[in-house]
DNA sequence: CAATAGATTAGAACAATTCTAAAGAAGATT
DNA sequence: AATCTTCTTTAGAATTGTTCTAATCTATTG
């Protein structure tokens, strides 16, 4: 198991885990497996553990919800917030922002490049600014 | 108790709750009193109910959820989302943004004539855009 | 191989929010 | 005013997303 793993694309995961200070365990290289496979993608926990589960992956609900964390934490992830309810990750931490799908919770990138904000007031003293959000949200047309 | 309610401000604000189809009751005029007293004000259901209480307002926390998201329905208020733990409502319904401290949890408005999203691509077929908001997270420098 | 530090887990706990269903109050109809 | 109907309030239970606990397990180091 932890065999189909090593060598090739599971080694460099390995890596790239050490390198944060993670120990390159079975459910950390198969979650990253799972978000870093190919296109960028934004999922909340809950979603990770269902499609992890689907994948045959044994790995519980706090090992998802640590995990994330500690990706977050270590600049692999960063973390949406649109939604009261849910949180989501994203695999693209990248300069970009977002159209959101109300009715659906879904999120779309928008190219960091392609959008702007102009006329941001000088941040109160004793503050500075962290980052731009910028969330579009959509509504069927 | 009601009496105290009625005739000048009272009448004004029973009007305006008739006019959004809600009955004017004790409660939704005492929370009504609270949010629309002078300054525009960001809070949560358990800040609002706080402050009630401490008003000598007698209400239940079910109600100010229920009295935030009617008004809200209404359009006397807005939601915004900033912090996937807590939701907050914004008495200023006008177009403007926020500035959020992280830390404190509090909101800035920042009007909306001073600041501009350009760039926004074309939303996905069958969608358009419902609203743009920006946010600006702030930590202490 | 130990030994050790760090990771995983089931389940309990939590905080924010929503739901339920019973009692109360407002507006409309006599 | 008395009544009727509809909407509102409420306490407490329930639900949801998330975090915590503490026992077990595992990756890494010597
Ligand atoms: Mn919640
Ligand atoms: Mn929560
Ligand atoms: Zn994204
Ligand atoms: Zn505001």
């Known amino acids: ?11 460099k995961a390995a890596e790239r885990l ?9 459910q950390r290289l198969e ?7 190919d296109e960028d993608r934004h999922l909340s926990a809950e979603s990770l553990h269902a499609e992890a589960q689907e994948a045959g992956i044994k790995v519980s609900l706090a ?3 640590n995990t994330l964390h500690q990706f977050t934490n270590a600049g692999l992830l960063r973390q949406v917030v649109v939604d009261a309810a849910r949180s989501y990750f994203d695999t693209n931490i990248g300069d970009h922002q977002h159209f959101y799908c ?8 928008i190219p960091g490049d392609a959008i702007a904000v102009s006329g941001v007031p000088t ?3 004793g ?7 910028v969330v579009i949200r959509l509504r069927r047309a």
């Not at 198991?1 to 080694?11: P, T």
């Open 63 to 65: 090992t998802v919800y």
């Open 31 to 37: 979650l990253a497996g799972l978000l870093f496979c």
């Open 18 to 26: 050490r390198e944060a200070g993670l120990r390159p365990t079975r």
């Open 127 to 133: 503050t500075e600014i962290d980052r731009v959000d």
């Open 102 to 109: 109300e009715g659906e919770g879904r999120l779309i990138d």
């Open 123 to 125: 941040p109160p003293r």
């Open 1 to 11: 198991m932890a065999r189909k793993l090593r060598g090739k694309g599971g080694e």
